[in-house]
């Protein structure tokens, strides 16, 4: 591992301790996502770095649902449940932070759950847009991309074991693009597409 000698090293030792704790699970599907329990229906955020999983997270859980993490999503790969994996968020704020866009700060939330729901949704959050829409699909190649678990769900299985459990669960559980106008937006449609 290279580390830039300007940055903090903690990040990254912390970074990966959490995934060697993480590649000693082997029941799970670990995705870079947020996730939320939607009134007893669990969803994965997913996207690319700075799409707004962590502010629709919280913009979700503003509304009154249960935030699960904002950071790391876990799915029992057997029963399709989503585990919570409870911390603090870490929200960009460059306007608070100064100039490093990368820069975040620590959103302590109040409702930590201890329980698995079972997933109901995930949600691709491709861009931001003037208007939120927010469409079922079936999964796409771009997709794809998003809904790779990460690294450390290859510990305990081989990649063909991996791509069937990842199979499985597209195959199961519906999938949505969601272009984004605000979190408050997203929350809304979310929502509707998941509560109806």
């Known amino acids: 591992m290279l580390a830039d000698r300007h940055s903090s090293w903690q990040w990254q030792v912390a970074n990966l301790v959490v995934n060697l704790v993480l590649a000693l699970q082997p029941e799970f599907l670990f995705f870079h996502a947020g996730a939320v329990n939607l009134g007893g229906r669990g ?7 700075g799409r707004g999983k962590t502010s ?3 913009a979700l859980a503003g509304r009154g649902h249960v935030y699960y993490g904002d950071e790391i999503g876990a799915v029992r790969a057997a029963t399709r449940e ?3 994996i409870p911390r603090s968020a870490m929200v ?3 306007e608070v932070l100064g100039a490093d866009p990368a820069a975040r700060i620590r959103v302590t939330v109040d409702r930590h759950p201890r329980y698995p729901v079972a997933l109901a949704g995930l949600i691709c959050l ?3 847009a003037d208007r939120t829409v927010l469409t079922r699909s079936r999964p796409t190649s771009d997709m794809l991309g998003l809904i790779t678990p990460m690294s ?6 081989g990649p063909a074991q991996l791509a069937l459990d990842l199979l499985r669960l597209i195959e199961d ?3 949505y693009v969601l272009d984004s106008a605000s979190p408050a937006s997203a929350a809304e449609a979310i929502e509707a597409a998941l509560m109806s």
């Open 43 to 49: 969803v994965l955020l997913l996207g690319a770095s």
């Open 56 to 58: 629709v997270a919280l």
């Open 82 to 84: 989503l585990v919570p």
């Open 92 to 94: 960009r704020a460059p």
């Open 126 to 128: 491709r861009a931001f």
């Open 152 to 157: 450390c769900s290859l510990a305990s299985r």
């Open 173 to 175: 559980i519906p999938c």
